[in-house]
Every structure is written in C-alpha cells, then in structure tokens.
C-alpha cells in the first residue's frame, strides 16, 4: 500500500480515478478517509459517501498525503512500547504542523501550498526509527535535551552524528519518495542548505514545526521551540501574520484532535 501511493504522488499524471482505486483497496483506509471528509475538520454540509467525492473535498494531493502517514505511521510504530518518545502525541503535533504549513504557505507561497501537506505531515518521521531501533541512544538522547534545554536535533548530532530530519531524508531516498517531499522534510531544521527548489518549503515546516509547539498542539519531544534565524524575514512573513497562524491554530485544535482520532482509530 505504502508503495503504491509512493508511486502515485511521484506521477504527475495520477488520476482521481486511480488514486481511488488505491485507497479503496483497503477498506479501513477508505473508512478513514470517508469519516475524515465527513469532519469537522473540513466543514462539510453534505455528506461525503464515496472516495472520488473525499478526493474532491479533501484535496488532490492531501489526500495522498494523509494516506500515505497513515500507512507510514502504523508502519513504523508497530512495536512502539517502552518507547521514550510518545509517538500518538508526535502525529498529533505533525498533523498541527501540516495544518500551520498549509496556512502559512497559502499567505507567502500559494504555488506550494497544496503540496505543503505531505512533507509537513512526515517530517519528524526519523524521530520514530532513532527512538524504536536505538530505544536506549534516544532515552539519552531526550534526557540530554531536557536537562540542557536544547533541541533534539543538536543532542541527537551529538549522540549519532546525525538527526531525524536527516535520518526521514535517508529513508525516504530509500523508499523513492518525490523530491518535494523528501528535500523540505530533510531540510526543515537547516533550509538554506536545502537545494533552492525547495528552500522555501523547508523553511515553512520549519515555522509551522515552532508554532505548533507554542501552540501546545501534540508534543514532537522537543523540550524547547526553535526556529532558525530571522525565520520570519527569510520567509517573507510578518510576526503579526504568524501571531494569526498561532491563533488560528489555537482555535482549530478541536478540529485537529478529531482529525487525529479518525486516523488513529
């Protein structure tokens, strides 16, 4: 399944047709996606009782998206127990985190805006692997950052010499994700060094990553908010923008939480 929506978010040419077909393969995913577009989340008036109807509500390449964390998520979180990351409490915050993107793009860079979603949503997927395949490295790793109030990305160089964002670029390579999704979550916690199509992606999941946690919106395991350095002028937004985004996203957290129950139930 993971392969198949991989495949279709690579193809420009992937049809409404096909996509469908490919949720509709699997049926919880097709429940899923149907109870999602019926959300409040989307705010729909009228029921949504086919795939192709979801797509139309849901968006293109959204809807990929969501599928594709789902599928990734249950993936990598198989044997999550005795973890010292809470992995339920990460998707919440990478859904507030696609959410903020979306929105943040739509101001700066609508051209990108629909393609936001996918990268933002998986962006912080190499937290899994180092917390699951390197349990007692990552309890370190998290002590570390809690005692010297610092990010994880830095304790996490510190103790692999390399970090998740790092770690999701190489598995995502791996695993032959589209460039426009593999390049701004690699990059999200150093965009300029981003290749420069997708600079100003990376540098978006880098803001909506900090205004989900002053949002207090899931929890990524960062024991601090960081952003990189004159974020906001380097973006092309202003501080009275972004304190909108952060209020608008206080104000949807009922809506993100029922997103969150849907796909993980």
Known sequence: MV???IDAASDDSTTTDELADIITYDQGMTNKLLKLSNSIYYSQRSKVDTVKRAIAVIGFDEIMGIALGMNVMSVLTGRDS????DVKA???HCIGCATAAKEIASRIHP???GKIFIPALLHDMGKVILSIYFKDEYHQVRTLAIDQQKPLFRVERQIFNLDHAIL???LMKRWQFPDSILYPSRYHHNPSASPPAYRDAALIINLSDYLCHKAR???SGNPVPVTVKNSTEKAGISEVAL?????QLRYKQEQIKEFFDITTG
Do not use: A, F, P, Q
């Open 3 to 5: 392969n198949k929506i």
């Open 82 to 85: 005795g973890l010292s990351l």
């Open 90 to 92: 990460l998707w919440l």
């Open 111 to 113: 051209e990108i805006s």
């Open 168 to 170: 999701s670029g190489l």
């Open 217 to 219: 919106i899931g929890h």
């Open 243 to 247: 304190r909108l985004i952060l209020d």
